[in-house]
């Protein structure tokens, strides 16, 4: 079965600064999804990134950007420039071949001024 | 931008009745969705859906528990007995492509009381 751990369950950042939150899994499957979903106090869950796994270039979506390893099974999220609005729970996630998600326990991400 | 819409947004259940929660998946999407997070938790997967059918479904989705999809958009949920453990946010969530990569969107939750 697939795990995913997120060793972090809480992160600080000044605003303007960069932080990287971190993410590893474990699979058998070649081929998969990667994802970070944010949510915020309103529990609403917002896709924040996306990274197919046989890409090898990381992907990128403005501020927010991703250091993926596959042979390490490492996905983590640079959050470049943060902002009060970053502040959040930040999940990371992995797809594959069943299609169902599976979470990380998340980490809680403080932006300070 | 089309989204994942649920209703009711809170629910405050007694123990032992039954619950419905629904959801409207996008348009377009084939595959559907339960999820739920106790308070404080990581996210749970329940169920999946496709075709008509369960895909796929967790230990966590028993008995007690039922998906539908009675019309050509609605999703539902029902919990036939509740329980205080299941006192949770249920997320619904549908299953696209965008930008060749499927991606699964999230409704915003309905939040679940058992008293």
């Known amino acids: 079965a697939q795990t995913v751990t997120q060793s972090q369950p809480e992160m600080s950042v000044q605003e303007a600064e960069t932080v990287t939150l971190s993410c590893t899994y474990d699979?058998?499957?070649?081929?998969?999804?990667l994802f970070w979903y944010k949510q915020p106090p309103s529990r609403q869950m917002i896709l924040v990134i996306r990274q197919e796994a046989y890409k090898q270039q990381n992907a990128t979506e403005n501020r927010f950007s991703v250091n993926f390893q596959k042979a390490a099974k490492s996905f983590s999220l640079k959050i470049s420039d943060s902002q009060l609005g970053d502040a959040a729970m930040y999940f990371c996630?992995?797809?594959?071949?069943?299609?169902?998600?599976?979470f990380g326990t998340g980490t809680r991400l403080q932006v300070t001024l | 931008e089309p989204e994942v819409t649920q209703t009711p947004s809170h629910q405050v259940t007694q123990m032992g009745q039954e619950v419905i929660l629904r959801c409207v998946p996008i348009?377009?999407?084939?595959?559907f969705y339960w999820y739920r997070q106790i308070l404080g938790q990581k996210v749970e997967f329940l169920v999946s859906f496709y075709n008509n059918e369960i895909s796929e479904k967790s230990e966590i989705f028993d008995d007690q528990f039922s998906v539908e999809r009675p019309d050509g958009s609605n999703f539902t949920l029902k919990i036939r007995s509740t329980k205080l453990e299941d006192s949770a946010m249920y997320f619904c969530a549908s299953r696209g492509t965008s930008g060749g990569q499927e991606t699964q969107y999230f409704g915003p939750g309905t939040r679940l009381l058992v008293l």
């Open positions: 348009s377009n999407h084939l595959y």
């Open positions: 996630a992995y797809t594959g071949t069943a299609s169902k998600l599976t």
């Open positions: 699979t058998s499957e070649s081929d998969y999804y």
